[in-house]
């Protein structure tokens, strides 16, 4: 009976506290995203960026090493580059240039599991969500959010801290692709995004993707931001991470941190 008491008394304390975190319109999250960022006259300056960093490369396919990371974007054009030398990995590049997507494969024409997981899915970068607000192509500086549509599904807890979670269609994306924007319930900055992509099974997966006949290709990418700094008026991420994973065996996992140090040539604050 004690225990059945507690556990009532933890359930109401979490509500409660979930509680107070108010429940707000896809639009106000939005706009207070945005106010995060600097007012409108100082996103209004933000028609090119041209950020260099170094990178930091680990997967499960065994390897780990250092090579360097460039993300430029000028409207809605973006190009998203990194180098390393691995024998079997060079790096990749990721490129919108306003019409339609380049994405980097090796001269054999096979691609890197997250090259190929974008190439599945040309609108994560025709629509500019890719780099967040990182790239001045990001939908959510465009009031129109470039044709794309903005759910709202509710608070939740990422890290130990509440966040609000929004869904988002690219314009022109199906069923098989699904978003989700992660923003702090207390400062709003965007601090994920999460992809994930289904494809059926023996439809449009990579030719090297271990799976049954019958078993449907997964590919998840999560985009992480943060170390916030002030830079001139506005407020943005210099430390970037890439998550990727999927239920393919031969692709193994791969993460990539990316450390900004300099951003329209300028070094920035504290390197």
Known sequence: MKRLYL???TTLCSSLLVAQVPKLTPQEIIARHL???GTPEARATLSYLEWT???DMRTTRGGAGSG?????????KVKFA????FQYY????FVYDGKKVMISHANDGSRSPMAQMLFLQESILRDGIFGG????????????????KIGYDGVKKLDGRDVYQLSYRPKGSGDELTVKLFFDAVNFRHVKTTYEIVVPSGIGSASNDKLAP???AIYLLEESFSDFRQLGPLTLPVHYKLTYTSNNSNAGNWMFDVDYKTVNGQKLPGE
């Open 7 to 9: 556990l009532a008394l």
């Open 35 to 37: 106010a995060s960022i």
């Open 53 to 55: 960093g170094t990178a």
């Open 68 to 76: 360097s990371a460039t993300l430029i974007s000028d409207g809605t």
């Open 82 to 85: 990194m180098k390393f030398q």
């Open 90 to 93: 060079f790096g990749d590049q």
């Open 133 to 148: 607000e990182l790239s001045t192509a990001w939908p959510l500086y465009d009031a129109k959010l470039r044709g794309g």
């Open 214 to 216: 019958t078993q449907d």
